[in-house]
């Protein structure tokens, strides 16, 4: 600390505020939380009513799937006819419908994002079975083996013939079912896993029955079976691909928010219009199918052929229809985006505008981070280190209300620890001084600690030569703060700095002030520890007296209070021109120590120069713990009781100062009537 920095330089609540230090924080050493919603913050920005969407529409196919061959098992099981052939006449096996049924019950929870364990661990066992026998039975197919798979279990009731287990199933079928029941398997023990795997062979399977169901859609049912590969020993049923599509689409769907699929559920524009025309498939599909169904032949009681729509109209009608459903999901979706690009301009409009009234009533100020040094808006560089000053908003400029009641008029001064605004209470109408915990400390206990004993100790002191305390806390935003007097007048540096000494008669009856101030705060066990000119104010009293009280007991500490740890041995606090030789050396104190300031005080305000100055801060400690200061010039008159009582409050040690601020009360009060 320079010892050059003395009471000229101080405020009349504290000095200034030490540097801020500035620093860029590499990304490769943020702490793993940090870095986490980092990566967080760079993802891809999802739509939460898509993703939710999509999750409704997987478990929606899902049950699809089962009802659809659900149905077809009823009929096979009951003899029902209609259901059992209920597409363009194509009989679908009691055992396909089967495995159809308990391939969609097993992906069914993985769908739902089960956390079950009984519900998720029956799932992977029918899923484990599905994969078994539908794998066997395609390899059985693929190969020309036999394994015996088709065992009749039961006779079917109504003359339905014989279930039998676990075939036979088609090659295609077989196929299929294997590969969906792997991948739903797999996919429900990869819950930490890239689903983009299983998106990718959900989605390749989904391609060839998208084709052959389309191809029935429009009327091309014959189509599907010139693309069988087989010498025409597969005949593709519409049903069980239109199952499988269902279910391939859901396990594509089941994650939305992870692998690749995650790109179609992101908030873009041109996600949103794909979002819409994917939305008018299914809905094409139907009309499609539909179209088919009226298209079937049909025949009178008499046996007369007829059609509900031609044959040959299918394809036109089909092709047109879906076309015109597409057209009209493009157009309400881009409504939709149009109304959203509409909202969000409203909406930055509104903001911008906001932002403009805010920035007409918000104050600034410039700080320099060096230092820590505060200064009006329009300042370029601190004055007292060059640095460039940097343009921050001030939240308490005047006109701003503080703690709801407090509306700050001006800034008074500001120091290392603090800063003080004068303000008027709004309701009582009364000025008042505001004590604002620097921001900087906000975080640190320590300091806290600090500013509430200061709060504390100086409101439990009730005295006329004390500055008196209103109110102290934290406001809602977490700002430590204490109200206060607001005194009309200067410090006692600012009068010394504007005469350079006082005479005798203006200063016994401070001296007088502060040792009544002290006497009390030491008979109530609080030491204030920063006894110094910059620390006194100086106002009128009602008779036109000049009255001295003593303020900012930012250091002050109860001497018979251990509960509050706050320094640790060594530590030094205090203004190194003013501090006594046990303070320099980090020794315990008592009220002897503010005598020796006390001392240092009436010595500056008689000569106007504080009576030990080293060229640092070190060499001033040195010099307070080896030397006794000089004596008066006898060109300033002192009269020798008051050179006495000055130099005995100077002595380097302790005993020999006077025992309490008492003692030094009753030795001016004897010339000085209050």
């Not at 590969?179 to 819950?191: E, I, Q, R, T």
């Not at 949103?272 to 199918?289: E, M, Q, T």
């Amino acid at each position: 600390m320079d010892p050059a920095d003395s009471s000229k330089n101080d405020s009349a609540f504290g000095t200034a505020q030490p540097g801020v230090a500035s620093a860029s924080v590499d990304k490769a050493v943020l702490p793993e939380g940090i870095q986490a919603r980092v990566l967080a913050a760079t993802q891809v920005c999802l739509d939460k009513g898509g993703i939710r969407s999509a999750r409704l529409t997987a478990a929606a196919l899902v049950i699809a799937a089962i009802l659809i061959h659900g149905s077809v098992a009823i009929g096979n099981v009951f003899n029902i006819e209609w259901l059992k052939s209920f597409v363009y006449g194509q009989k679908i096996g009691f055992t396909s419908c089967f495995w159809f049924v308990l391939l969609g019950l097993g992906c069914l929870p993985v769908v739902l994002h089960t956390t079950n364990r009984k519900l998720l661990f029956a799932a992977r066992l029918v899923l484990s079975l599905t994969f078994f026998f539908t794998a066997l039975l395609w390899i059985e197919h693929l190969f020309g083996l036999d394994f015996n798979t088709t065992n009749i279990i039961c006779e079917l009731p109504n003359g339905g013939g014989h279930l039998k287990l676990p075939g036979p199933v088609t090659v295609d079928v077989s196929f299929c079912l294997a590969l969906l029941s792997l991948v739903a398997l797999l996919l429900s023990f990869a819950d930490k896993r890239s689903k983009s795997p299983f998106q990718a062979v959900s989605g390749l399977l989904a391609i060839p029955c998208l084709v052959i169901v389309t191809s029935a859609a429009v009327g091309q049912e014959g189509f599907a079976d010139r693309l069988c590969t087989m010498a025409g020993c597969v005949q593709f049923k519409l049903l069980n691909f239109l199952s499988l599509l269902c279910l391939s689409i859901s396990l594509l769907l089941s994650r939305p928010e992870e692998g690749f699929v995650r790109l179609i559920y992101s908030d873009n524009l041109a996600a949103r219009l794909l979002r819409g025309a994917a939305a008018a498939f299914p809905i094409s599909l139907i009309y499609g199918l539909l179209i088919v169904w009226l298209s079937a032949e049909r025949r009178l009681e008499d046996g007369t052929k007829f059609y509900l729509i031609f044959p040959e109209f299918v394809l036109p009608m089909s092709m047109a229809g879906s076309l015109a459903i597409f057209v009209i999901f493009l157009i309400i979706s881009a409504r939709k985006l149009e109304k959203i690009a509409t909202e969000k301009e409203a909406t930055e409009q509104v903001l911008m505008a906001l932002s403009k009234e805010v920035d007409a009533i918000q104050a600034y100020k410039m700080v320099c981070l060096t230092c820590g040094k505060e200064f009006p808006d329009g300042w370029v560089a601190c004055p007292y280190d060059t640095a460039e000053l940097q343009r921050v908003a001030d939240r308490f400029h005047p006109g701003a209300v503080f703690a709801e009641k407090y509306e700050v008029i001006e800034a008074l001064g500001s120091g290392g620890m603090s800063t003080v605004y004068k303000a008027k209470h709004k309701f009582l109408e009364k000025p008042v001084a505001i004590k604002l915990l620097n921001a900087h400390l906000a975080s640190d206990g320590k300091a806290v600690q600090r500013f509430q004993l200061e709060a504390k100790a100086a409101y439990d002191l009730k005295h006329p030569n004390l500055i008196s305390i209103y109110d102290f806390g934290v406001s809602p935003d977490g700002q430590a703060y204490i109200v206060m007097d607001y005194l009309e007048g200067e410090s006692l540096s600012d009068r010394i700095e504007r005469h350079g000494k006082l005479p005798l008669m203006e200063a016994l009856p401070i001296f007088a002030d502060i040792a009544s101030g002290l006497a009390y705060a030491h008979e109530h066990n609080v030491l204030h520890r920063d006894i110094k000119p910059s620390n006194v104010m100086l106002t009128s009293s009602e008779s036109g007296a000049t009255k001295a009280l003593i303020v900012d007991f930012g250091l002050a500490k109860n001497y018979e209070d251990d509960s509050l740890k706050l320094t640790q041995t060594g530590e030094i606090f205090g203004s190194p021109l003013y501090m006594s030789p046990e303070q320099c050396r980090g020794a315990t104190l008592d009220r002897r120590s503010d005598i020796y300031s006390f001392g240092c005080l009436m010595y500056e305000t008689l000569t106007g120069y504080v009576p030990i100055r080293g060229t640092n801060a070190l060499e001033t400690f040195r010099l307070k713990c080896a030397e006794v200061p000089p004596p008066f010039p006898s060109t300033l008159e002192i009269p020798g009781w008051l050179t006495n009582l000055i130099m005995s409050t100077l002595r380097i040690e302790v005993e020999q100062r006077p025992l309490s601020c008492s003692h030094i009360f009753e030795a001016i009060s004897v010339y000085v009537r209050r």
